[in-house]
């Protein structure tokens, strides 16, 4: 299995603006879904407030997410752990 760098919160938090890179968490696993952005179903506006944040609360409130084709284009973005 290949090794990913490890994260804190604290440092996902500084990634919250395209220009800065936009991470968000799932689970343990750090993502980099700048580039995902302006492709992303739901609208960019939104997928930026979990910007820098966890996915859960966000996914929680929106059932679409729950299924494995989301989870299979989230892992393509993967770039570490918490
Ligand atoms: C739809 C991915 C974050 C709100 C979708 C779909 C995908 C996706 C693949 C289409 C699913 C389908 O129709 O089968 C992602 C990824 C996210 C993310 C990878 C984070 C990295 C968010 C967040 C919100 C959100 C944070 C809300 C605050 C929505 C909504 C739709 C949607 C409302 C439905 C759009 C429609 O069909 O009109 N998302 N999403 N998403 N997403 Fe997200």
């Known amino acids: 299995a ?9 440092e996902v938090g500084r990634h919250r ?3 800065d890179r936009v991470w968000v968490t799932h689970g343990t ?4 879904v700048t580039d995902f952005v302006e492709l992303h179903p739901g609208g960019a ?5 979990a910007a820098g944040g966890a996915l859960e609360p966000f996914w929680a409130l929106y059932a679409v ?3 494995p084709h ?4 989230l ?5 570490g752990e918490l």
Do not use: M
Not at 29 to 32: A, H
């Open 2 to 10: 290949p090794r990913y760098p490890r994260y804190t919160r604290e």
């Open 17 to 19: 603006l395209p220009q």
């Open 29 to 32: 696993e750090v993502f980099d």
């Open 45 to 49: 506006d939104k997928i930026l407030l």
């Open 65 to 67: 997410h729950s299924q």
């Open 70 to 73: 989301v989870l299979e284009l």
């Open 75 to 79: 892992r393509e973005y993967k770039v």
